[in-house]
């Protein structure tokens, strides 16, 4: 299960959504998931903890789609944030 944050700017259905996955034992990882479900770009990480790959995960949007797309957080990586 994740939450979905949507970034602010316009997002576009055909740029696909940006994953946070995995844990605090076994680090949190990135990637791109293109819109039709059928392709990943490569994979970030992995992070130790939940906020730092969260953080990749809104610069890749930024800086490869222009923030054009939805980042998924997992759980697991936004109970680490929200520890904080």
Do not use: K
């Amino acid at each position: 299960m994740s939450a979905i944050y949507p970034f602010p700017a316009p997002y576009r259905a055909d740029r696909g959504t940006i994953h946070i996955w995995g844990d605090a034992v076994q680090g949190f990882s990135v990637s791109h998931e293109s819109s039709s479900g059928g392709s990943w770009g490569e994979i970030l990480g992995p992070f130790e903890r939940g906020n730092d790959a969260i953080a990749a995960a809104y610069a890749l949007n930024l800086d490869t789609y222009s923030g054009s797309c939805n980042v998924a957080v997992s759980d697991a990586a936004l109970r680490e944030m929200e520890a904080l």
